[in-house]
């Protein structure tokens, strides 16, 4: 009582209503076998049918008014998030069976993104709610994306035998626990997240596994797999590293900066903000053609408008400014409402070399 005390505080003061909702499944689950409410609606229905219809008609009741609160309480976000899925639904249909590799998100959203809002047949309201996310807001999505939805299908249809094989055995809290991380992926990515990791394998070996040695053999297996390999991408001291040059970078001693961000680039390359920032270092100290290929990398990682406007400025100073407002306009229509493309381009129609008072104007 005392630790599910703290656990209601936290869930009411955050304003989560995601994590209310899988708390409530997850609940219900559990409770559903724990009391046999199958065998209690079995036995109203045949002896006392206005009861079930009165508690159907209440629980219907409830679910609507919890529906009404939460939509009307979380409005923007779920139009956002219905657009974000419009967006997705859109890049998988370009490669539903491959997907597009594993971190491809970003760059895979952000093309099809930019893609739509240049047909131009878009609405302000929609140009207002775009954004350029590194993940969707969704596990399902996710995955669908980067291995495709076969391997989707594959991993759904295992974790739904493990659920199961722990209804099987009667143990209603780790299927419960598998459950709540199914629903909240709907609303998140917890999976993006090592500790929910660690604990969708636990709750899965608690599923399906018996008390057998082999068994036990198994999951140590994949547990001394899964610890050498985070231990591998482990860049604390990288992280650490990279802290001490990004207080050269931040007060703009950006020489300095750039020659710690080099000796870390091979390391941290796989980091969009460290790309970025080395990238503006490199343009700061106008070494343009590195700059243009750091960011390229970044360009494969990351889903960013700032990105793309700092290819612009590089192509701008080297004087090459049909490239450059090539650049402008792919970040215009990344996010269209986002200002910033819009000034760099006001500023490159009016370069003496390029100007276009028109389109300036």
Not at 60 to 83: H, M, N, P, T, W
Not at 90 to 96: G, N, V
Not at 132 to 147: C, L
Not at 285 to 302: G, R, W
Request: aromatic fraction near 16%; charge should be positive; include cysteine.
């Amino acid at each position: 009582l005392f630790t599910l005390t703290f656990i209601f505080i936290a869930i009411i003061f955050t304003h989560i209503y995601s994590a209310w909702f899988t708390l409530i499944l997850a609940s219900i689950y559990v409770l559903w076998h724990h009391y046999n409410w199958k065998a209690k609606i079995i036995s109203w229905w045949q002896n006392d049918r206005k009861r079930l219809v009165g508690y159907s008609a209440a629980g219907i009741f409830v679910l609507l008014i919890g529906s009404s609160v939460f939509y009307y309480a979380e409005r923007d976000k779920i139009e956002k998030q219905v657009f974000l899925t419009r967006i997705s639904f859109k890049a998988i249909a370009e490669k539903p069976l491959t997907g597009y590799g594993p971190e491809a998100f970003p760059h895979a959203y952000g093309t099809t993104q930019e893609s739509y809002f240049e047909e131009g047949t878009w609405s302000e309201n929609e140009g207002d709610m775009a954004e350029s996310p590194q993940h969707p807001g969704n596990e399902y999505i996710h995955g669908a994306i980067e291995w495709g939805i076969p391997i989707l299908l594959c991993a759904l249809v295992f974790v739904g035998l493990a659920v199961r094989q722990g209804n099987k055995y009667g143990r209603y809290s780790a299927s419960a626990g598998v459950i709540a991380i199914l629903s909240f992926s709907f609303f998140s990515s917890p999976m993006q997240i090592p500790a929910s990791v660690i604990s969708n394998v636990f709750l899965l070996a608690a599923c399906i596994m018996g008390r057998q040695r082999i068994w036990l053999a198994g999951l140590a297996i994949i547990i001394g797999l899964s610890g050498i390999h985070w231990w591998r991408l482990d860049d604390y001291y990288l992280c650490r590293e990279w802290g001490r040059h990004q207080r050269l970078y931040h007060v703009a001693a950006y020489d300095a900066a750039s020659k710690g961000y080099k000796q870390l680039y091979n390391e941290m390359k796989h980091k969009p903000a460290f790309t970025y920032e080395y990238a503006h270092c490199l343009y700061e100290t106008k070494d343009y053609d590195t700059s243009l290929s750091v960011l390229e990398e970044s360009c494969k990682i990351a889903c960013n408008p700032m990105v793309y406007n700092l290819i612009g400025k590089n192509y701008q100073r080297k004087g090459q400014f049909k490239e450059a407002e090539t650049w402008y306009k792919k970040s215009a229509n990344l996010v269209p409402g986002m200002m910033y493309p819009y000034y760099h381009l006001a500023k490159l129609y009016d370069e003496p070399d390029f100007r276009q008072p028109d389109k300036c104007k």
